[in-house]
């Protein structure tokens, strides 16, 4: 019997280190979106990372990246309590290494202070979209960055979020929480929308998990980006749900 019991306890002790792994690990998926709006041999790269929460932005990554990303998005949560703002600051510089970054809030931002959060952003020139959109103009293409506030600690306003968008714009639609996915197809028609929040569970058994795991879905004409997010929350711990951040290229034809 305590053999039995050393043996569980062993492998217990072997499946928390495993998952302790994966929390970490470093991977960045890529996607492709044809969009029939843009002209031909126009192309867009787009580098998504949400949900950075405690972790810090290695220098292997960002130097993966350069020269193949012109604009940088993150979608929320790239803190929480109990991380100092140096370290997040450290981040956004790595972020800016890449091109010019945009922002939406995510529910667990506000807990270093809202004031604090802000002021450092503006600081690193970082972009804030609060129901606001902003334009672009990259490879002849204008691109509109539309994004919302986090629905938990602050005022989500659609109609605000997309008063600018004209009909030639290609629309990126970012929030923090895909929850409000249906909330701007509504007002709209983003070419792209973009989240993260729910880490696809983080921990999951095989097809069972508190929330799906992430994914890229092609539409018509158009793509939804649901994130595992690039951290962990609660527990530093994955299983089934690898952390990633991602690279879109949306291109004519």
Do not use: W
């Amino acid at each position: 019997m305590v053999y039995f019991l050393l043996v569980v306890a062993g492998l217990a002790i072997l499946l928390l280190l495993y998952m302790l792994y994966l929390a970490f690990q470093v991977n960045v998926k890529i996607h492709a979106l044809r969009v029939e709006q843009m002209k031909p041999g126009a192309q867009v790269h787009l580098f998504f990372i949400s949900d950075i929460h405690r972790r810090k932005l290695n220098d292997k990554l960002i130097h993966s990246l350069m020269g193949k990303v012109d604009i940088v998005i993150i979608g929320g949560d790239i803190t929480e309590k109990g991380v100092p703002l140096h370290r997040t600051e450290r981040n956004i510089e790595q972020l800016k290494k890449l091109g010019d970054v945009f922002y939406v809030f995510g529910n667990n931002d506000r807990e270093v202070g809202e004031q604090n959060l802000i002021e450092l952003l503006e600081k690193n020139d970082v972009h804030l979209l609060v129901n606001r959109s902003m334009e672009r103009i990259i490879d002849r293409t204008p691109i509109r960055l539309v994004g919302v506030n986090d629905g938990f600690s602050g005022k989500v306003n659609i109609y605000d979020a997309f008063q600018e968008v004209r009909d030639e714009d290609i629309v990126v639609f970012i929030t923090h929480a895909p929850a409000y996915f249906n909330n701007a197809k509504k007002v709209s028609n983003p070419h792209l929308l973009l989240a993260g929040h729910l880490h696809g569970g983080q921990i999951r058994f095989g097809p069972f998990g508190i929330y799906e795991n992430g994914a890229f879905k092609v539409k018509e004409n158009s793509a939804e980006l649901v994130s595992n997010g690039f951290g962990t929350t609660g527990v530093p711990l994955r299983l089934g749900a690898k952390p990633e951040c991602h690279i879109i290229t949306m291109y004519g034809e």
